[in-house]
């Protein structure tokens, strides 16, 4: 079985370069309004490849039905109208390993971009690194982001106080 080991996110939400890191039994601790529904809002946009209509973010977040949109998250937006930054480049990699040991580790990620400019999100790429050799496909773009891959993003702390507590001995 494949379990969730890292988490890498690039200007996502209030994250300018994060790593999180999970153990088998894992819990998201923080204040409120710091960035734990938006993590779980990165890992459905990753796993759903950017696609906002198949996505159910977080109706809580934004103030607003519906929720947020991802072009929202990329440039940071809180409170309402405020936001970190006017335009992104944004990583989410999601890092599997297998609990066995016998299968390699997999990491699967996006690259999307938005600006404030643009009344939508653009998915630059789709990654998934590590499964057998041909057993995917990557895009043009997708190799272009592979070059700044989050992969080498040191651990940092949100500026928001998030943090991911694996349990003692993971």
């Known amino acids: 079985m494949y379990l969730l080991e890292k ?24 204040p409120n309004g710091s960035g734990k529904s938006a993590v779980l809002d990165a890992m459905q946009i990753v796993l759903h490849g950017g696609d906002q209509r198949a996505i159910d973010l977080n109706a809580q977040s934004g103030g607003q039905k519906g929720g947020r ?39 699967v990620g996006l690259c999307l971009g938005a600006t404030i400019s643009e009344p939508k999100h653009r998915v ?13 496909r990557l895009s043009h773009a997708a190799i272009g982001c592979l070059s700044l891959s989050p992969c080498c993003v040191a651990t940092t702390e949100s500026r ?5 507590t694996a349990p003692i001995g993971a």
């Open 7 to 30: 988490f890498h996110l690039v200007q996502f939400y209030l994250f300018s370069a994060t790593t999180l890191h999970f153990g088998s039994s894992s819990a998201i601790v923080a």
């Open 69 to 107: 949109s991802i072009r929202e998250y990329l440039l940071g937006y809180y409170r309402d109208d405020e936001n970190v930054r006017n335009h992104a480049t944004c990583y989410l990699t999601m890092i599997f390993r297998d609990s066995t040991g016998k299968h390699p580790v997999v990491s």
């Open 124 to 136: 630059h790429g789709m990654y998934i690194l590590g499964a057998r050799q041909g057993s995917c």
């Open 160 to 164: 928001s106080g998030l943090r991911v």
